[in-house]
């Protein structure tokens, strides 16, 4: 089987991850639904994403003479992975919360504003990765997945497509 060039598959990647933010912020501005710390950190794992394709579109490496595959064509394909894995963990953190029992979940966080303000940045990632009772609440589901499901169900997509063109042979 062929696979169709790195190009326009990096262009579909990076139009899915402009759409996914679309959906998130008429999800907030629209219908009102306040993303929680892990949604930011999720939006911010796509927003990464789609620059990485943004860029190896605009780029579009050419493999030298002597090579297969260029450096940068294996860095973008890294980039999308790693940010794909590094979102899946956060979602995965967050559907675990979801599943936890609401006694057993620390409490509310201060907004994302104060405490990049306030709190050194050690910190400030350990209470936004920690997660709190915020995170753990299913305002909204599609298909009988909350939101959190959904993107991981995305960064799973987007890791296969990274490790996909990773492991890509040619172009």
């Given at each position: ?40 950190v ?10 990485l ?13 002597n090579r ?24 995965s ?14 409490s ?5 504003d104060y ?37 991981l ?10 490790l ?8």
């Amino acid at each position: 089987m062929t696979l169709p060039a790195s190009r326009p598959l990096y262009l579909l990647a990076f139009i899915a991850c402009v759409l996914l933010l679309a959906a998130a912020y008429y999800m907030e501005y629209v219908m009102g639904l306040l993303p929680c710390p892990l949604c930011i950190v999720q939006r911010f794992a796509i927003l990464l994403i789609g620059l990485l394709c943004l860029a190896a579109v605009l780029h579009n490496p050419q493999p030298r003479a002597n090579r297969k595959r260029s450096l940068a064509t294996r860095f973008y394909a890294a980039g999308v992975l790693l940010f794909a894995i590094f979102g899946g963990a956060t979602a995965s953190r967050q559907i675990w919360l979801q599943h936890q029992p609401a006694d057993q979940l620390p409490s509310c966080l201060p907004s994302l504003d104060y405490m990049i303000d306030v709190l050194p940045v050690v910190e400030m990632l350990t209470l936004l990765f920690s997660g709190t009772a915020d995170c753990a609440k299913v305002t909204w589901t599609f298909l009988g997945l909350s939101i959190a499901e959904c993107t991981l169900l995305v960064f799973i997509t987007m890791g296969l497509f990274g490790l996909v063109q990773l492991l890509r042979r040619q172009d």
